[in-house]
Each structure stands twice: as structure tokens, then as C-alpha cells.
């Protein structure tokens, strides 16, 4: 007797499956998310199996010390997309790509495409958003129309397999996972279970046919990549794409890479032409020349192998209201409220009744606990309006004790701020202090910062 089909209310945001429906999700606590779809009797959303159907063969293994040679990676021709992959794409493996409408992710795996292409790869994009003239015109404003790149516009995902399947491609382009559907679900494009089985058939497909599979994926309110998490955990690589809609440049993050580092950036900029890679990632996030003023300070940052310089830029009022207000863009605000209570504790800063506000030139955005002590001087030079030292960065770690801790790759932050110019630095101590053309002046504990930008505030 055939399985009666059964329904469970599946959360949209999180995946999480309820048997019945309520306001809020248990796993994620989002409201207003459950959607009632069609298991076909089976857990996770997927149809039943044909009745009577029978599967031969048997799993094979393979010796954990077997020499056979890996694949090699397909370089894609752009150094600072090949950087973050760790050298380039692997073949074989799926890349979920996610990022803001409109940052440039179709613009960017489009020229990707096209340099294949050219290359003598096999390469497809399919687009289940925009017909094919629509990618034809952007591709013209691009200037790779006369790439050899096979279009397809479906969103069915039984036709997309075969088409792949009769192209034997080498490079595939998916956008977005969030327009496929499959005739085995009765659930709506776009809903969790239809995103779940769509990636996961391709990425089978993938895995057999020794393509790179790239999809793109949207993104919610909160930034992070629509659907479930195990979408996720399927593919091999995880990347955001991040920048403001207000600023040229755009930066591709690793967040989950098994064939590479996790903590590489690839900065773009923004042409009329598309995106390219950035000749000087630091002067992207570096006000212009000039005269410094009270409430900047520059962080010597480390994206992976890179190191990155970008200005904090902080301010610091006299609330008008009873409750001040705390804002931050582009750090931590968590960070933020421990450094202002370790100035006040151990410093003793008053800043009771006083508005701060942080942020990161650029829409850069601080990953690392290194940016602390560039964030205090930022704080320390407001409040004294006193500009900082010309030509200085500052990096290290500040503890709830008032203590300022070594970070990693001290050397290279120094390098990469000589090398643009930077005369002074404040580092912790332990750090290289014999680095051509750049006074390094330790800082021990944070009171010895106070001391030397905002002595003033000490006697407030």
C-alpha cells in the first residue's frame, strides 16, 4: 500500500521541523516562519521512493594510502579570487556564494565565466532570475560578450541535470539555489526543503562528474545566506560578499573553505567595466592625506597572509537624553561596551552620560580582537581632542585587567606600515622593535595609552 503523504511545518529561516504550527520557531526563535509543506512520509522533506524500485551494486572503497594524483585546481586568472579559494577552484567541489542584492556577485562569477571560457574550459551559467538577452546586455557592458559561455534560463532542476549532464561541463555557474525546484517536492521555489534537495542534487552531480559547481545564494535581513544551514554543510566552501552600495570596492570572506584558509579576504573594486581585483587593499580603507584630527586611529589588521591598514574613526558627546547611546558600525558592539568599561575601571575615564559612537572607515569590518587598542585611541583622542601622533597605527588586545596582549604576525603589521609611509607604532610589548624607518613604542597596559594621547582626561 502506497505511504499516505504526511505535512510538517518547516522553519524558513533556521530548517528546524515542528509538528505543528506555532508564532515562533523553537530552534531559532524567529517569528512568523513556519510554513506547513509536503514530507511525502519522509523526514527532511524529501518524496517517498518508488515502490518497487530496486538499486543494485555496492559502495566502493578507496585506500586511505592511495598515490593517486588529486585533480588539479582550475586558476581562475583573477589573484585575488585564486587567494582566497587557496589557488584556485577545486574540480569535483561546490561553492555557495552568498552576498547583498545588487553587490555584484552575477557580475563577478559572469567575468569568471567568460575568462574560462576563453581559457578552453567548458563553461555554463545558469541563471533562474534573468532571461538570456538580460545576460547577453550585461555581458556586452562587461566587454566578454564573445566569450564561448553556454547560457541556460530554467529553474527546473530534472531539465538543468540533464542539460549538465549532455554538456559535461567544467565549470558551472547556479543562480540563484533559491529559483530551482524539483517535481519530486510539492513545496514552493524558494522554500527550505525545495533548497535543500536542489543543492543537494547538484552537488551529487558535481561530485561525480568532476565539475566545479559554483551557486549563489541570497541572503537574509541579517546578512547570512537564506535557507538552511545544511545547505551549508553540503557544499565544500562558503563565501560572503560584502561592501556598501556607497563605496567602490567589495570584499569576498571565507567562511567555511576545505581546500583552503578560512580567514583570506579578495578585494574588489567597482569599475564601469565590473569588478577588479584592488592594486592597494590599505589606501581603500585610509582617509586621504591631511591633517589628522582628534577621534581617528589607524589598525593594522591581518586578513589571513594580508595585512590590511584601515582607520577607526570614533566620537565621543555629551548625551542630551538620560540614557547614552552606544553605536558601532563595522566592530563589535560587544567589544565596544568592554573596552569603555576597562576604561573606566582601570583608567578611571569617566564617560557616565556620555554618547559614543565607532566605526570603521570604509565599511570595513574588524574580524579580530587585535583592533582594540586602535579603537581606545580613536575613543582617548575624541575625548581630549587631541589628534593622535601623525603617521601611527596601533594594534594589540586589551584585557579586562587593563593589560594590552601580543597578537599574531606583529612583524608583518610593521612591515605593511612602513611600507606605506607610517612612521610611529603602538603595539604590545614583545613585538619587533627594529624595523627600518618606524619608532614601535610599547604599550603595556592601557593606562600607559591614556597617558601619552589623553593625559588630560585623567585629571577630569
Sequence with gaps: MAKTATTAFVCQSCGEVHSKWSGKCNGCGEWNTLVEEVTGGVPGGLAAPKTGSKRSGKAEFVALNDTAEAPARIVMGVNELDRVFGGGIVPSSATLIGGDPGIGKSTLLLQVAARLARNGLKTVYVSGEEAAPQIQDRAKRLKVAESPVQLATETDLRK????????????????????LWSDSLEAAPGSVAQVRACAQELTRWAKKSGAALVLVGHVTKEGTIAGPRVVEHMVDAVFYFE??????????????????????????????????PAKEPSALFLSADGESEGGAAVFAAMEGSRPVLAEVQALVAKSA??????????????????????????????????????????????????????????????????????????????????????????????????????????????????????????????????ELLAPDALNA
Design 160 to 179: 538543468i541535470i540533464s542539460a549538465l549532464k549532455a554538456a559535461e561541463p567544467d565549470f558551472v555557474v547556479i543562480d540563484s539555489i533559491q529559483t
Design 243 to 276: 561592501g556598501e552600495r556607497g563605496h567602490q570596492f567589495r570584499i569576498l570572506r571565507a567562511v567555511k573553505n576545505r581546500f583552503g584558509p578560512t580567514d583570506e579576504i579578495g578585494i574588489f573594486e567597482m569599475h564601469q567595466y565590473g569588478l577588479a
Design 321 to 450: 537624553y538620560g540614557t547614552p547611546r552606544r553605536s558601532v558600525v563595522g566592530w563589535d558592539s560587544g567589544r565596544l561596551a568592554m573596552l569603555l568599561a576597562v576604561l573606566e575601571a582601570r583608567c578611571g575615564i569617566t564617560l557616565a552620560g556620555m554618547d559614543v559612537y565607532l566605526s570603521v572607515a570604509g565599511g570595513y569590518k574588524i574580524m579580530e580582537p587585535a583592533g582594540d587598542l586602535s579603537a581606545a585611541a580613536a575613543l582617548l583622542t575624541s575625548l581630549s581632542a587631541n589628534p593622535a601622533p601623525e603617521r601611527s597605527v596601533f594594534f594589540g588586545e586589551v584585557a579586562l585587567s587593563g593589560a594590552v596582549r601580543p597578537v599574531s604576525r606583529m612583524e608583518q603589521r610593521l612591515k605593511e606600515a612602513e611600507r606605506l609611509g607610517f612612521e610611529r607604532a603602538f603595539v604590545p610589548e614583545g613585538a619587533p622593535t627594529a624595523v627600518d624607518g618606524l619608532t614601535v613604542t610599547p604599550i603595556k597596559r592601557l593606562i600607559d595609552l591614556v
